[in-house]
């Protein structure tokens, strides 16, 4: 008997999640939540630019919750604490790659802990950025290697694919002075979840951090006027970021994960370059053996490429509608990636 899923907003993720629903044998789209009023109603494959599926999207939350559903896959711009937890209280699992990949026991998750238990479901968080590139691949390689004294996460990312220019110059701060993009907010909104993952790698190896986690943010800037997506960024301002956040033992560094961003290549200030392997995903060991993993194909071919058919997009998508099924199966509370089994995809 297939599982029956309630898709939970049908943003980027959430219109390819649909897509990996439909299309996975073991699975059964049972509804979906919409936030704006003008897509209830409407045919969820409609919305998804695919061939209508016969269920009808609903932004109304109790109508959603009657639904019979096995889990919901709660893929919203900005998560709502709440909103999950009226989800689990509901008997639904929840699969999110929004957060709580290894949350830290807060009185808040000790309450989501508690309802999973009394309702009987799980919540897993997962994605790839945070997520498998920052905890599951980290967590599999290590297991070729021994005397482990530091493992790194590195994204190597051409941004000007992401063509959102409210979020690239007012929120990402591309485009600005140097300074101003020295406090930006991304240092934050992004560490907690590369937080978590820092925190996932180190128990799983062994070590025992200390306190606090450096995070720390690096700047490029255009030499020249550069032509991009989001406008034209003038010479002096910020085309390129890098952002690093580390978990230390004794003050030394034993987790990093890291994040370049680039407006391309050229005309930039110190001159950052993606290195000979171009844009990708890097897992990197300093052990024995020194084991280094590259993976492409998770970036657009072309600039052109459409966000909503982003490669990346549709892995964070299916790597939470591969983890349907054992998340349903999991015992009841909070699952990471340490709680489950492997997680496959399935064949065409």
């Given at each position: 008997m297939s599982l029956r899923v309630v898709q939970w907003a049908t943003g980027n993720v959430g219109r390819n999640a649909v897509e990996g629903i439909v299309a996975h044998p073991d699975l059964e789209l049972a509804g979906a939540y919409v936030y704006d009023p003008t897509k209830a109603g409407r045919d969820v494959g409609e919305l998804c630019g695919i061939a209508p599926l016969g269920v009808?999207?609903?932004?109304d939350v109790d109508e959603v919750l009657a639904i019979d559903a096995d889990c919901v896959l709660y893929a919203p711009m900005l998560p709502s604490p709440a909103e999950v937890l009226r989800i689990v209280r509901a008997g639904r699992n929840v699969v999110t790659p929004t957060g709580w990949f290894f949350p830290p026991r807060t009185a808040d998750i000790a309450e989501l802990e508690g309802a999973c238990r009394q309702a009987g479901v799980s919540v897993h968080g997962t994605g790839i950025n945070p997520g498998g590139i920052t905890e599951q691949i980290p967590v599999l390689l290590s297991g070729f290697c021994r005397d482990i004294r530091h493992v790194r996460a590195e994204e190597f990312s051409d941004l000007r694919t992401y063509a959102?220019?409210?979020?690239?110059?007012?929120?990402?701060?591309?485009?600005?002075?140097?300074?101003?993009?020295?406090?930006?907010p991304m240092l934050?909104?992004?560490?907690?979840?590369?937080?978590q993952s820092i925190d996932l790698v180190a128990h799983a190896l062994g070590w025992?951090?200390?306190?606090d986690k450096p995070a720390t943010i690096e700047?490029?800037?255009a030499t020249r006027p550069i032509d991009t997506p989001v406008g034209v960024l003038d010479a002096g301002t910020v085309a390129a970021q890098r952002m690093t956040w580390q978990g230390t033992?004794?003050?030394?560094?034993?987790?990093?994960?890291?994040?370049?961003w680039l407006m391309g290549t050229d005309h930039l200030e110190p001159a950052w370059t993606f290195g000979p392997e171009g844009e990708r995903f890097e897992v990197a060991f300093d052990a024995v053996p020194p084991v280094t993993a590259s993976f492409h194909g998770l970036h657009p071919a072309s600039l052109d490429d459409d966000l909503d058919r982003n490669p990346g997009i549709i892995a964070t998508a299916m790597h939470a509608v591969n983890s349907i099924p054992a998340v349903v199966a999991a015992e009841p509370g909070i699952r990471t990636y340490l709680d489950l089994p492997m997680m496959p995809g399935r064949a065409a």
């Open positions: 009808a999207a609903t932004g959102s220019e409210f979020v690239v110059r007012e929120i990402m701060l591309f485009g600005k002075a140097p300074e101003e993009a020295a406090a930006s934050g909104l992004l560490g907690d979840g590369f937080g025992t951090l200390d306190a700047t490029a800037v033992v004794g003050g030394e560094p034993v987790v990093t994960v890291r994040v370049n």
